[in-house]
């Protein structure tokens, strides 16, 4: 059976409906208090504690400029979700001054060394190797910037979410031909232009690579995340919300409590609408000795590091010895 191929970076919504829904003091108290519930439910702290090791001081996004690592996870019934791999990775950077938002997509196979096995490897290997914790300590080192926080979700939520909300309006760039979740191919299939498309139509439109760039490919997935966060703190979201936090509840793992994930709430409530700066890796996918990866260009990496620190406003540090062997 060929393995599902699930290049989406779209599981940063749940996050942003928590925060949004969360932290909107109209709502009924019922309705805060069951997100509560499931933000207390979908907890789960790092082995490393509450601070990055690339942290002085414990942050929080109340006062802090600050960062959130989104894991999507591949866990299908092949492997455990020990040995899952990371099959979308997206980090955000906030800045509480000007309540600026980035977001860089880190594709999955890109080459990178991998600390938990002490070798170069796909970054997608990082969660098969070391979890979660894993994962975070390979982002860090590989961008030399912090992760404070994570939110991991698996697969199953994104299709629930969309359809529990009734879908979302989409205009579709170009007409496609896909297969859907199950790989059954040809099943999905969209015409051009302005319309309501389900949650099977939304992965689809998401990952599909046949019809363009994987940059527009990254570009238009960061759209639906805009979309889906409209449409889900809409009064059109809400009449469905218990069945999009009992989703949440069973799919989404955040070392995130409540109320940090409140102090969000100025980033994505604002006059101009939710918003945020779309950052791509630059690279070359191309064959090694051991398979197909992809291979980043290190100066543009290092620009991008440099992007986030400065978004983040931390130093730049000149890379230590050990760092610089480990990357040779």
């Known amino acids: 059976m060929m393995r599902r191929k699930r290049y989406v970076i779209l599981w940063s919504f749940l996050f942003l409906f928590l925060v949004g829904v969360g932290a909107a003091t109209g709502y009924a108290a019922y309705l805060t208090d069951q997100v509560k519930e499931t933000a207390s439910e979908s907890h789960q702290g790092l082995e490393r504690g509450e601070k990055s090791d690339k942290r002085t001081t414990e942050v929080t996004p109340a006062k802090d400029h600050t960062s959130v690592l989104f894991i999507g996870i591949d866990d299908s019934d092949q492997r455990s979700n ?18 600026s938002i980035k977001m860089l997509n880190i594709p999955r196979d890109s080459l990178t060394y991998i600390p938990e096995v002490g070798y170069e490897d796909k970054i997608a290997h990082a969660h098969a190797f070391g979890g979660i914790d894993g994962t975070v300590e390979t982002v860090e080192r590989m961008l030399d910037v912090p992760v404070d926080y994570y939110v991991q979700v698996n697969f199953n939520s994104f299709v629930e979410i969309v359809d529990s909300i009734g879908g979302i309006t989409y205009d579709v760039p170009f007409d496609i ?68 936090l009992a989703s949440i509840s069973a799919n989404m793992k955040t070392n995130l409590t409540f109320n940090e994930m409140i102090q969000f ?10 918003t945020f700066d779309k950052m791509q890796l630059e690279g070359e996918g191309g064959f090694t000795g051991h398979g197909w990866y992809y291979q980043l260009a290190q100066e543009p990496l290092a620009a991008t590091s440099d992007e986030l620190k400065d978004h983040l406003e931390l130093p730049n540090p000149v890379a230590s010895e050990d760092e610089e062997e480990n990357s040779m």
């Open 177 to 244: 031909k896909e297969q859907n979740s199950e790989d059954q191919a040809g099943a999905i299939e969209l015409s051009e232009g302005k319309q309501l498309i389900n949650g099977e139509e939304a992965l689809a439109l998401a990952r599909t690579r046949k019809y363009d760039s994987d940059l527009a490919r990254g570009e238009r997935q960061m759209e639906i995340i805009q979309q889906i966060f409209r449409e889900t703190v809409s009064t059109k979201g809400l009449s469905n919300m218990d069945e999009i």
């Open 265 to 274: 709430k100025d980033y994505f409530l604002q006059k101009e609408n939710f």
């Open 82 to 99: 020990a040995a899952s791999r990371s099959d979308a990775l997206v980090l955000a950077t906030f800045n509480e001054d000007d309540k």
